[in-house]
T-cell receptor, first 115, second 110 residues
Framework: DTGVSQDPRHKITKRGQNVTFRCDPI?????LYWYRQTLGQGPEFLTY????????KSRLLSDRFSAERPKGSFSTLEIQRTEQGDSAMYLC?????????????FGQGTRLTVV | EDQVTQSPEALRLQEGESSSLNCSYT??????LFWYRQDPGKGPEFLFT???AGEEKEKERLKATLTKKESFLHITAPKPEDSATYLC???????????FGAGTQVVVTP
């Protein structure tokens, strides 16, 4: 078990370009979350999957954002037509429904810089 | 609306100088209060989960406690490697979504 893996770790893109991030959760975890964190703030919830179903989306997730989790394994987060305000750390976390004490484990994040 | 507030925003300690961090919360139904540690440029690392008032958990120099309105993270005789941002989060639904505070940045100097 290598933990939650995110790729890439860093991404610099020009305003208006599309970007896609990948998250590989802990293998037995059926729940997957995306969060966004800006400097000096705690992570903010974006969206949640249980297996392949996307069950909740935050109002923070505008129409330019889309997330998928095909086959209930890895997940991707795509941002279309990036804006400077999208610059942030994008964090993925996973957890399991198999235990009562279901803490979420986070990946190392993808740092996005929009120039 | 649910709220999580952490204080202080930043804390500078001498090595060995014990202190406490505060996390106050206003939520409609608490299903767990979580403490995470975050190093610069890294993702949050899980520390503790607390579920009910009066509960306490310990790990090395860290001890977390919970009341009906707040949680404390006590750092006993800290070392420089305890320097990090400590994040508090609450869970209020059955799906595990977390609402975080802004964190307390702790710096421990030798």
């Amino acid at each position: 078990d290598t933990g939650v893996s995110q790729d890439p770790r860093h991404k610099i893109t020009k305003r208006g370009q599309n970007v896609t991030f990948r998250c590989d959760p802990i293998s037995e975890h059926n729940r997957l979350y995306w969060y966004r964190q800006t400097l000096g703030q705690g992570p903010e919830f974006l969206t949640y999957f249980q297996n392949e179903a996307q069950l909740e989306k935050s109002r923070l997730l505008s129409d330019r954002f889309s997330a998928e989790r095909p086959k209930g394994s890895f997940s991707t987060l795509e941002i279309q037509r990036t804006e400077q305000g999208d610059s942030a750390m994008y964090l993925c976390a996973s957890s399991t429904t198999d235990r009562v004490d279901t803490e979420a484990f986070f990946g190392q994040g993808t740092r996005l810089t929009v120039v | 609306e649910d709220q999580v507030t952490q204080s202080p925003e930043a804390l500078r300690l001498q090595e060995g100088e014990s202190s406490s961090l505060n996390c106050s919360y206003t939520v409609s139904g608490l299903r767990g209060l979580f403490w995470y540690r975050q190093d610069p440029g890294k993702g949050p690392e899980f520390l503790f989960t607390l579920y009910s008032a009066g509960e306490e958990k310990e790990k090395e120099r860290l001890k977390a406690t919970l009341t009906k309105k707040e949680s404390f993270l006590h750092i006993t005789a800290p070392k420089p490697e305890d320097s990090a941002t400590y994040l508090c989060a609450v869970r209020t639904d059955s799906w595990g979504k977390l609402q975080f505070g802004a964190g307390t940045q702790v710096v421990v100097t030798p």
